[in-house]
């Protein structure tokens, strides 16, 4: 049989890659599974860390804003209790966190007040996490004894004229809130008065139900079932707008006192560099959390107002309550630890 000859086709040379190509390859080879491919968020359960002990307004809001996202997002949003001074515990631990949008900080207004009380946090609260959307609002309360002959807040303000430092005002502890609120109505009102702090919100209800102290400063969420009892009094609320949980009761301003605007907040915030496309995700399921008539009812009761935000709304409030309060920080004379 004849041997067939070799063809005399050329063969096309073998495709060599660019250095270019070579270079990239290599690059990507060196890359975890995540860059090279965009995984689902969340892909785990989401922790959130509250800076507060369990019960409290802030504990319930985020407890309750947690489970309605929790169903938007598909996965579990834990909430972790990490209570502390100034609350840095749960901040810190967020802001040294991965920053993968699983681990979230219940922000509030304490972390903008921790600015002037310590001479040195271990995190920048403006640099250090990625503002998500704020939650809501809720009041201070001026509260009198149930028997007390003032009638309203100006009597309040004139016997404090009269009488200057003879006002006894209740609050929590100092750098508190309450007492930060407190100490600005002094200034506001132009009154001398005599700020008692308690160690925490029942030493301060027994206090005035005992009339040891005139007036007291106090969140209005658990203090709304002593007004409706009957155990004390609401002169005002320390907000541009009355609170729904007491809609007869009026504002500082509209009672006399121009000037007065107070409302403490709740927000959420991840860790600086979380990616912009898992903070939208997150904003998202936090407006509709927000707007859920569950979650607006539970938290309407205890006299919160619901109000989402923008991220950059969020980053603006929290650096302009930095510098408010640490103006009556330093009004106050209250030594930075």
């Excluded at 000037?259 to 912009?276: C, E, I």
Aim: contains cysteine; charged residues 15%; glycine residues 8%.
């Amino acid at each position: 049989m004849p041997v067939k000859p070799p063809s005399t086709q050329p063969v096309p040379p073998r495709a060599v890659p660019s250095r270019r190509a070579v270079l990239c390859l290599g690059a990507a080879a060196g890359l975890p599974w995540p860059a090279l491919a965009q995984s689902r968020f969340p892909d785990k359960p989401i922790m959130l860390l509250v800076p507060f002990g369990p019960g409290g307004i802030a504990d319930l809001t985020a407890r309750a804003v947690a489970e309605h996202m929790s169903k938007t997002l598909g996965q579990p949003i834990v909430v972790e209790n990490k209570p502390s001074a100034g609350s840095i515990v749960a901040s810190q631990a967020v802001a040294t966190a991965r920053p993968d949008g699983h681990t979230l900080l219940l922000m509030s207004n304490g972390n903008a007040v921790s600015v002037g009380l310590f001479k040195k946090l271990p995190y920048d609260p403006v640099k250090d996490f990625a503002p998500i959307s704020t939650l809501g609002y809720f009041d201070i309360g001026l509260f009198v004894p149930a028997a007390s002959r003032v009638a309203a807040l100006k009597d309040v303000v004139a016997f404090a004229k009269a009488n200057p430092g003879k006002l006894n005002v209740g609050t929590i502890a100092p750098g508190s809130t309450q007492h930060l609120s407190a100490k600005l109505f002094e200034t506001v009102a132009g009154i001398e008065a005599l700020v008692v702090p308690y160690k925490g919100s029942p030493g301060v209800l027994t206090a005035l139900r005992a009339d040891e102290v005139d007036v007291a400063f106090e969140i209005v969420g658990p203090m709304v079932p002593q007004v409706q009892a009957g155990a004390v009094k609401a002169l005002a609320v320390s907000s541009d707008r009355r609170n729904p949980a007491l809609p007869e009761v009026p504002t500082v301003m509209q009672a006399g006192v121009s000037g007065y605007n107070v409302a403490s907040w709740n927000a959420l915030a991840a860790p600086k560099g979380t990616p912009p496309e898992v903070v939208d995700a997150l904003n998202r399921a936090a407006r509709a959390a927000v707007a859920a008539g569950a979650v607006q009812d539970k938290l309407g009761r205890l006299g919160m107002r619901l109000a989402p935000s923008t991220p950059a709304e969020l980053q603006a409030l929290l650096t302009s309550e930095i510098q408010r309060w640490g103006v009556v920080i330093r009004a106050s004379k209250i030594e930075p630890e």
